[in-house]
């Protein structure tokens, strides 16, 4: 089963680090997550000053704008898409994670299978 | 066990019955097996209408649980043979069962002598499943009473007093996160026993709290939900028997569910634990929970419902409420507060500080609670100061108290004493 995890953390610094948790988590975190035959996919984002929202209106009408800006101290800092056979194993994995701790959350959702 | 000229009366009585005690068992097993809440509610129900019907001409088997399961059994294996989407969901659970098999439960022979006799118990199971904290906090009662306590949807619709719509939709919802994040149906290995305990735990003492002291509507106790609190706790504590906690939440309800009769007057209206009529209280119950306790505060620290259970075999020993060892209970207390810091636990040690150092002591304590935002709106806190007020002669202060606790009462049981003492 397929869970996603979206990794919303504190603010970040120009390295990717943050105040609670180094680089080198991060890459202990990813190593694990590879050696373990569980890692799907998954990106880190880049700053939130360089996103970009895309909507389209009912008329087909496109607006592009700046942003989105922090509401929020937290925010959507990148995904992991992993291989796991329940949501308890996925939440476990959820809690190892860096971008978990302190101000940091995890959000975990199973990916949808709309396969037979 | 009825014979074979059991008439369709008695059968039905014989299926209620069985149904009743043996549901969470059943369905815990056809969980365990299937992996699906769904298809085991499914199964059960129709084993159930079968029983119904050849009960009353074939007599009532002489395991009539075993009969049930082996019945909902092959229905099972029948609608996934059927069910092209189910058979692939079912290889699914087969290679996740390979993957991960489970401790062996089957020997434990801890399931009840009678119904389905050596069948494995997997009720742990499904009490970890329905509690699972990535459910909603409201939702875990009401599915526990749905698939462990075998309530119906209108009857759990009823115990949290919404409409059965809601109550059903709430179910679907959560059933639904069950089957598709994939909750799983397993009880946690030890290292996580620790964190997960308490929230089952939690789930059992909140029902016990709504059926001793129901929050709204019109009646102050609801004794069938406070008895299938009971019935649960029964279970968790049989299932875990080395966990101090469980045997102390069953403690703790069994010493408070002793007095239940004593709890209310002719009209339905609160009668105060100094005013109770101790002889209504129910003595077996009171010893099984004292020897509980023992059970729950020996080998090891005391957990927060081992020492409220203690605090409530004080009370239940004492002849009355001079003789009460009040000096004993104020020091549990103290255990208590250490172990879950709460404004509500330290109204309820200013009230025992009052009956051993005197009402000045104890209502120095809860003014110095007045700045809780907690306690706002609540009412034991302001009746505990009208109490104390009364007792110091403050009759103005009192009323005071007791007209905010009366805007805040929840039942009609408990406005009206209130008013009797406003009367007063």
């Not at chain 1, 590879?34 to 909507?55: F, K, Q």
């Amino acid at each position: 089963m397929k869970y996603m995890l979206l990794i919303h953390s504190g603010a970040v610094d120009e390295q990717g680090g943050a105040p609670e948790c180094t680089v080198e988590d991060w890459m202990a975190y990813d190593k694990a997550v590879r050696d373990a035959g569980i890692h799907v996919s998954g990106e880190s984002l880049a700053d939130l000053v360089t996103a970009t929202t895309v909507r389209v209106s009912r008329t087909g009408e496109r607006t592009v704008t700046d942003g989105p800006f922090a509401e929020t101290r937290e925010l959507l800092g990148g995904f992991l898409v992993i291989d796991v056979p329940d949501l308890d194993a996925a939440l476990d994995w959820a809690a190892r994670c860096p971008g978990s701790r302190d101000g940091g959350a995890v959000v975990v959702r199973p990916v949808a299978d709309f396969g037979a | 066990m009825a014979g074979e000229d059991a008439s369709a009366g008695e059968a039905r009585v014989a299926v209620e019955a069985v149904f009743r005690e043996e549901r969470g068992l059943l369905l815990a097993s056809l969980v365990r097996r299937f992996g699906d809440l769904d298809l085991a509610e499914e199964v059960t129900s129709e084993a159930v209408e079968a029983a119904l019907r050849h009960w009353p001409v074939e007599g009532v088997p002489a395991r009539p649980g075993a009969w049930l399961l082996t019945t909902a059994r092959r229905r099972a294996v029948d609608r996934l043979r059927r069910d092209q989407a189910y058979a692939a969901r079912l290889a699914v659970l087969r290679a996740d069962a390979e993957r991960a098999e489970p401790a062996p439960a089957a020997d434990a022979g801890s399931a009840s002598g009678a119904g389905l006799g050596e069948l494995p118990d997997d009720r742990l199971q499904l009490f970890f499943t329905c509690t699972h904290p990535a459910l909603a906090a409201e939702d875990r009662a009401a599915l526990t009473l749905r698939c462990l306590a075998g309530l119906t949807t209108p009857e759990v619709a009823r115990a949290f007093l919404v409409p059965t719509a809601t109550m059903a939709q709430r179910i679907v919802r959560a059933k639904k996160k069950i089957r598709e994040a994939r909750i799983p149906f397993r009880v946690p290995g030890p290292d996580e026993l620790p964190e997960r305990l308490p929230g089952v735990l939690q789930v059992v003492y909140s029902v016990f709290t709504e059926g001793y002291a129901a929050s709204s509507g019109p009646r102050l106790q609801r004794l069938d939900l406070a008895e299938e609190a009971v019935r649960l706790a029964r279970i968790l504590h049989r299932l875990l028997p080395a966990e101090r906690e469980a045997a102390g939440l069953l403690a703790l309800l069994l010493l408070v569910h002793a007095r239940r009769d004593a709890r209310t007057g002719p009209e339905g209206e609160p009668v105060l634990l100094e005013e109770q009529d101790r002889g209504r209280w129910d003595r077996p119950m009171i010893e099984e929970g004292r020897d509980l306790v023992v059970q729950a505060l020996t080998g090891g620290p005391a957990g927060p419902y081992g020492v409220q259970a203690a605090i409530a075999a004080l009370h239940d020993e004492a002849a009355d409420v001079e003789s009460t060892d009040w000096a004993q209970i104020v020091a549990l207390y103290d255990v208590l507060l250490a172990l879950t810091p709460s404004p509500v636990v330290a109204v309820n040690r200013a009230v025992a500080v009052a009956m051993r150092d005197g009402p000045g002591a104890g209502l120095a304590l809860l003014d110095a609670l007045a700045g809780e935002p907690r306690l706002r709106g609540y009412p034991p806190y302001a009746v505990a100061r009208g109490d104390l007020l009364t007792r110091l002669g403050r009759e103005g202060e009192a009323a005071a108290a007791y007209r905010e606790a009366l805007e805040a009462a929840g039942t009609e049981p408990e406005r009206a004493a209130l008013r009797r003492r406003l009367g007063e």
